[in-house]
């Protein structure tokens, strides 16, 4: 019986690899389950230069999780953050999955560096288009509540190769540049477990900085 031949395409909606046989206009991703077309699939970079494009656009997309739930901070309660921790995550994982996806095990430190720098780069770009000085430490404060409350626990809590190194560099990047004003890793369980003792979470993860 002869081989099927295959085509090797990047999922669309998880960002992973997969193999599909060459002729079959729809199927499903093995890793996310999600239903797909040749159409909306793209073929993998093929060569080093393209990996390195492909991890910086996705890297760069990273600023989406700040910039797109600037509100999500908003009515920080025990009865809302479950709800809208859940609803965060269902938006901001792509994101990070096709990060994941497009660095190879071996260059992680090296990009998750690079994505870390060119997060902090583009929020410091929104902040300058804020206004006035107030308008920008507003701005620079509430982004600073969605990163450590919403946007690390998140990446934490996804277990991806590339999570830890990537919440590690995020934070340390924000220290370098803000060391006045500093935030400590957290996750999702600590947070909701915090609730009772509400000041205590809060100067627990900002420190004197609150």
């Known amino acids: 019986m002869a081989e099927t031949e295959e085509l090797t395409l990047r999922c669309a909606e998880c960002g992973k690899e ?15 389950g999600a239903k797909l077309t040749l159409a909306r699939c793209a073929a993998p970079p093929a060569s080093p230069a393209g990996g390195e ?11 989406r999780c700040v910039s797109e739930h600037r509100d999500v901070g ?19 994982a792509p994101i990070l999955e096709r990060l994941s996806a497009a660095v190879p095990p071996s260059g992680i430190c090296g990009a998750m ?24 430490s507003d701005a620079l404060l509430r982004d600073k509540f969605t990163i ?33 004003s500093p935030f400590y890793l957290a996750d999702r369980e ?15 993860l900002f420190g004197k900085s609150l």
């Open 18 to 32: 997969i193999r599909v046989p060459k002729g079959l206009d729809e199927f499903s991703c093995v890793y996310c």
């Open 53 to 63: 494009a492909a991890c910086a656009s996705c890297a760069a997309e990273l600023i």
């Open 74 to 92: 908003d009515d920080f309660a025990a009865e809302t953050y479950g709800p809208k921790m859940d609803a965060y995550t269902a938006e901001c």
């Open 113 to 136: 560096r690079d994505a870390a720098v060119r997060f902090m780069d583009g929020l410091e770009a929104l902040w300058a288009g804020a206004g006035s000085r107030r308008a920008r």
């Open 148 to 180: 450590s409350i919403f946007m690390i626990p998140m990446i934490r809590a996804l277990r991806l190769p590339v999570s830890e190194e990537l919440a590690q560099d995020i934070r340390l990047e924000w220290i370098k540049r803000y060391p006045k």
């Open 190 to 204: 600590t947070i909701e477990g915090g609730f009772r003792k509400k000041f205590s979470l809060l100067r627990t």
